[in-house]
């Protein structure tokens, strides 16, 4: 059995994570739904679309979900794909579950409905800050292949809380991208390491961009949800606030920093290199009192 | 052009946006003719901020020229502005003036976090709507993915000035990307308005709510008046045909058992 969640396709996620035999799917395959741009492409579509959502439990407490399959045009929201997140996202403002989770996995806009795709982004973002404002915390895991990038790194850091995994990824424009525009010179994205300190789990966590760093199992992920769903949320303007100054003093402190590495030097990290070496829990101990939150 | 033209809210002709000798506006003359009872607005960098007025409402006003890139240091002022009119001046409504070319495509804003940077943008323009504070913005110049999602794609009303250039990404690059030809994708954005840059087309679709041209002091006295505080997009892109699936979903799930 295998029990890696960066492995796992995004019905394997939701079954490992949920209580067993709980989720019920909305729009399931069956239902044949999918997006009509890429038919007029000529492109291969999907039955869901690309994400699967539905209801649940975990450790009985009730929630929605939506789970994006990066095997299928590496998670990249298209217009259908987006309006089922916003519908479980709106049905969340409607039925109050105990939290909305959001299994991201993707590229950001769906280049083939590109209008369409940004657009639903778009609505993905409001809608998840409607289900805040509705006091229902929304909780994103990120940890699958294709990391998490474009606007659903947006939309993912408008969410109440990050889970993420040493493997996740998390930024806006994707190394290949910058690449293409500014030059290797400017980001190189064939050089992993690289890449891996620039939007990698473990900088993410220490720049304080994610509020959990698990290992990369499921049950990791799921003792995490289980603790954030008990959190609750803070949708409030001192809450916003406070990131404001927290914000503001990473651009102070880290604003000349040319790399991962000066970051965590100047975040009392002596030995930057040694970071990718350790194992989960090691990295957690040591990161107590040196990363910026 | 007629005098005192309301917004175009898609029942009427699309092809304002062909206007064949159209320019681009630069910051001043927009504020002048969304301000004409006067305005404070003064440029820092390629932020913009400031106050009008507009009939009886004063306006804050927030914004980006030069066709910028969107940073970190940007997105962060811009949210400082927000945050300042929401403790400040309640109710007050916020116009955001939308001149970007996009997100910042450095290393440095990547490492720095800039989607943390555009979210909290985006945070404090809802937490300012969920204030009572109206939330307009006009496209006046470009908007393009990442710098539009953050600010301007979070107001009631998305409005943009008929000759803006609106997209996510240029043709030749989207051809490299999805590895289907330019020549295919060109012909394709001819019908659909799925693929093609332009406000028009983000008009069908009801990314933006109209187009506004002619008195754009009444366009905006306008936009105040029937700012509404839902997401309306689903629904114009379906009145509008342009974008026929999304409500449809939208509506399928809330009534899925």
């Known amino acids: 059995m295998n029990h890696s969640y960066y492995e796992s396709s995004a019905r394997a996620r939701i079954a490992g994570l949920l209580d067993a035999g709980s989720f019920d799917e909305w729009l399931p395959a069956a239902e044949r739904l999918t997006s009509p741009h890429l038919a007029t492409l000529e492109q291969p579509a999907a039955f869901d679309d690309g994400v699967v959502i539905g209801r649940g439990s975990i450790a009985g407490k009730q929630i929605f979900i939506a789970a994006q399959e990066g095997g299928f045009m590496g998670g990249a929201v298209g217009e259908v794909h987006g309006a089922k997140i916003v519908g479980m996202l709106e049905r969340a403002v409607r039925d109050r579950p105990a939290a909305a989770l959001l299994l991201v996995e993707s590229g950001g806009v769906r280049l083939q409905e590109a209008n369409a795709g940004l657009i639903a982004v778009s609505e993905v973002m409001r809608a998840i800050l409607a289900v805040r404002a509705a006091g229902v915390p929304v909780i994103v895991a990120i940890g699958g292949q294709y990391g998490c990038f474009g606007g659903m790194g947006i939309a993912s850091r408008c969410a109440t809380t990050i889970i993420i995994s040493e493997e996740g990824r998390l930024g806006l424009s994707g190394p290949e991208v910058i690449e293409t525009v500014r030059g290797v010179e400017e980001y190189d994205s064939r050089d992993r390491a690289l890449v891996w300190r620039t939007v990698g789990g473990k900088h993410r966590y220490l720049l304080g961009e994610c509020d959990t760093i698990v290992a990369d199992s499921m049950e990791a992920f799921r003792q995490a949800i289980t603790a954030s769903i008990a959190k609750g949320d803070d949708w409030s303007l001192a809450a916003l606030e406070r990131e404001h100054r927290l914000l503001a003093d990473r651009v102070q402190r880290f604003g000349d920093c040319q790399d991962g590495r000066d970051i965590w030097r100047k975040l009392g990290w002596p030995d930057p290199d040694a970071i990718a070496m350790l194992d989960n829990d090691e990295f957690m101990a040591a990161a107590q009192g040196h990363r910026a939150k | ?257």
């Not at chain 2, 290393?107 to 939330?135: F, P, Q, T, W």
């Not at chain 2, 496209?139 to 803006?164: I, K």
């Open chain 2, 1 to 257: 052009m007629p005098a005192n033209k309301k917004f175009n809210r898609g029942h009427g002709p699309l092809l304002h946006g062909f206007i064949e000798d159209a320019i681009f506006m630069e910051w001043k003359k927009v504020s002048d003719m969304l301000f004409p009872a006067g305005h404070d607005i003064e440029q820092d960098g390629d932020l913009l901020t400031g106050q009008g007025r507009c009939g009886k409402h004063t306006v804050a006003v927030i914004g980006t020229t030069n066709h910028t890139e969107v940073g970190v240091e940007l997105a962060l002022a811009m949210a400082a502005a927000v945050l300042e009119v929401i403790r400040n001046h309640p109710a007050r409504p916020i116009v955001f003036l939308v001149n970007t070319s996009g997100q910042r495509l450095r290393h440095r804003d990547e490492m720095l976090g800039l989607n943390g940077y555009m979210a909290h943008l985006a945070k404090c323009v809802e937490m300012a709507r969920r204030s009572g504070h109206a939330i307009i913005s006009l496209v006046y110049e470009q908007a393009l993915s990442g710098g539009f999602l953050a600010n301007g794609m979070m107001a009631d009303v998305c409005a943009a000035l008929p000759e803006a250039e609106i997209r996510v990404m240029g043709l030749p690059a989207m051809a490299r990307v999805t590895r289907i030809s330019e020549e295919r994708l060109t012909e394709l954005s001819k019908t659909s308005p799925v693929f093609a840059p332009g406000a028009k087309n983000y008009l069908q679709m009801g990314g933006l709510a109209g187009l506004w041209e002619g008195d754009l002091s009444a366009c905006l006295a306008d936009a105040l008046e029937h700012a509404d505080a839902s997401d309306q997009r689903r629904k114009l892109g379906l009145e509008r045909g342009g974008r026929l699936f999304a409500e449809p979903v939208v509506k399928r799930v809330l009534a899925s058992a």
